[in-house]
T-cell receptor, first 113, second 116 residues
Framework: AQTVTQSQPEMSVQEAETVTLSCTYD???????LFWYKQPPSRQMILVIR????KQQNATENRFSVNFQKAAKSFSLKISDSQLGDTAMYFC??????????WGAGTKLIIKP | SAVISQKPSRDICQRGTSLTIQCQVD?????MFWYRQQPGQSLTLIAT?????????ESGFVIDKFPISRPNLTFSTLTVSNMSPEDSSIYLC?????????????FGPGTRLTVL
């Protein structure tokens, strides 16, 4: 069975700093998708970034980028120039062959002014 | 991205009653899902809502407790039946639209349910 592990329950950084959230997963599949979602206090789940496993190039969306290490089954999220609005729960998710998302436990990120 | 709305946004209900949550998507989606999220925790998949047929439930969730309908591609409902305080949670629906990028799920704003 696939599993997703986020080992950092909570992190806090100063505004404008760079922060990296870790995520590891376990699967026997070769083709799959990985996602990072953000859930601010408003509880709206927002897609941050997506990575296709068959692509070697790491995905990037503005200040958000990933470090995808397929052999190590690692999928970390880097947030550059962090902003107060980045304060949220961040969830790593793996899409299985049944199109369902397997979720990590989440990391609470606090950006301090 | 798909725009997904949910009604109600929150509700406070008495034990033993039922609540139906509606989920509307602004465009056709290939798949729709219902999740439960306990405060401070991750998401747990309740079921996949199938158009015109019975939903596919995950282990620990049954149709009698969480009946789901999906009469068309853009609308689904989840009913929480015979509620108890343990059902207090956030309920989220999501839709997956292949044209928006493969396998990306977009989420509604959630329904916060409190059972007294």
């Amino acid at each position: 069975a696939q599993t997703v592990t986020q080992s950092q329950p909570e992190m806090s950084v100063q505004e404008a700093e760079t922060v990296t959230l870790s995520c590891t997963y376990d699967t026997s599949e070769n083709n799959y998708y990985l996602f990072w979602y953000k859930q601010p206090p408003s509880r709206q789940m927002i897609l941050v970034i997506r990575q296709e496993a068959y692509k070697q190039q790491n995905a990037t969306e503005n200040r958000f980028s990933v470090n995808f290490q397929k052999a190590a089954k690692s999928f970390s999220l880097k947030i550059s120039d962090s902003q107060l609005g980045d304060t949220a729960m961040y969830f790593c998710a793996f899409r299985d062959s049944n199109y369902q998302l397997i979720w990590g436990a989440g990391t609470k990120l606090i950006i301090k002014p | 991205s798909a725009v997904i709305s949910q009604k109600p946004s929150r509700d406070i209900c008495q034990r033993g009653t039922s609540l139906t949550i509606q989920c509307q998507v602004d465009s056709q989606v290939t798949m729709m899902f219902w999740y439960r999220q306990q405060p401070g925790q991750s998401l747990t998949l309740i079921a996949t809502a199938n158009q015109g047929s019975e939903a596919t439930y995950e282990s620990g969730f049954v149709i009698d407790k969480f009946p789901i309908s999906r009469p068309n591609l853009t609308f689904s409902t989840l009913t929480v039946s015979n509620m108890s305080p343990e059902d207090s949670s956030i309920y989220l629906c999501s839709g997956q639209r292949a044209s928006a990028g493969p396998d990306t799920q977009y989420f509604g704003p959630g329904t916060r349910l409190t059972v007294l």
